[in-house]
T-cell receptor, first 114, second 114 residues
């Protein structure tokens, strides 16, 4: 049972435009959400996170939105740059009784065209 | 600068061999994880450890075992390698859960079983 789902395997956008990556989750006990970015032949690197007590978190060009009622989060990249081309994973963890274990989605490959 | 180091970037092993993947972190983190990444499946948790000599199964533990004799080192063992264990293996570590708990990843080991 996939508790964290990224239904779009790939996304292609033009440089300078907005990239929107989506993620859905099924477990209402999740209370902390993260986005990771992964280049080929490298490990994932942390990008941005959001706690369930918030609905938005912003860091430079990256903004994450959380809609708890819909169990949905999204990552917005504005403006998109060619260097943003990578695989993006969303992940979730549970606070109460949490061991720090992260559950990941399948990933979305973003291509930003110059 | 935080660091999670995996002993090998690339490995080629024969079917039936016993394979050891080593991971070392220098952040004094309690939690350590082993994931595998496969196309379309995202990052799937194999095992994690929340303390020395303590471990828990993840989502896909079959065919794997782990060892954590020291806090900084977490080893993944393929008891008898099979071709369906050809994958990218990623080690991660994190501090105990909190508002900003994030996992730090190593660079990955690309294992090919022939």
């Amino acid at each position: 049972d996939q508790q964290v789902k990224q239904n779009s395997p790939s996304l292609s956008v033009q440089e300078g435009r907005i990239s929107i990556l989506n993620c859905d989750y099924t477990n209402s006990m999740f209370d902390y959400f993260l986005w990771y970015k992964k280049y080929p032949a490298e490990g994932p690197t942390f990008l941005i996170s959001i706690s369930s007590i918030k609905d938005k978190n912003e860091d430079g060009r990256f903004t994450v939105f959380l809609n708890k009622s819909a169990k949905h989060l999204s990552l917005h990249i504005v403006p998109s740059q060619p260097g943003d081309s990578a695989v993006y994973f969303c992940a979730a963890s549970r606070g109460s009784g949490n061991t720090g274990k992260l559950i990941f989605g399948q990933g979305t490959t973003l291509q930003v065209k110059p | 600068d935080v660091k999670v180091t995996q002993s090998s970037r690339y490995l080629v092993k024969r079917t039936g061999e016993k394979v050891f993947l080593e991971c070392v972190q220098d952040m004094d983190h309690e939690n350590m994880f082993w994931y595998r990444q496969d196309p379309g499946l995202g990052l799937r948790l194999i095992y994690f450890s929340y303390d020395v000599k303590m471990k828990e199964k993840g989502d896909i533990p079959e065919g794997y075992s782990v060892s954590r004799e020291k806090k900084e080192r977490f080893s993944l063992i393929l008891e008898s390698a099979s071709t369906n264990q050809t994958s990218m293996y990623l080690c991660a570590s994190s501090s105990p859960p909190g508002p900003n708990t994030e996992a730090f990843f190593g660079q990955g080991t690309r294992l090919t079983v022939v």
